[in-house]
């Protein structure tokens, strides 16, 4: 596949979800959420800034919305979930 084509990725699920579609701004958005400043994430020239502006508070609103719907359906460690759901609402 040429480079800078986008790429689906399909998960096998034992719940038939659909795949879910990746970019290179949603990977990066990942990244640095996950790392924070304490690591450099790597770096790429020509993201677009303003998908990886778009990405970061659409997957924030993934990380709050997740942990809620579990708790919505009796997870276990209820203050684990409302950590990282009120972690993210920061």
Do not use: I, Y
Request: contains cysteine.
């Amino acid at each position: 596949m040429p480079r800078g084509m986008a790429r689906v990725v399909m998960v096998p699920s034992c719940s038939r979800q659909p795949g879910m579609f990746f970019d290179v701004e949603w990977e990066h958005a990942f990244l640095r959420l996950r790392s924070g400043e304490h690591q450099r994430w790597p770096r790429r020239s020509g993201l677009d800034e303003q998908r990886l502006t778009l990405c970061t508070p659409a997957m924030r609103l993934s990380l709050v919305a997740g942990p809620l719907r579990l708790l919505d359906g009796g997870f276990p460690d209820h203050d684990a979930m409302m950590g990282t759901a009120e972690h993210n609402l920061q």
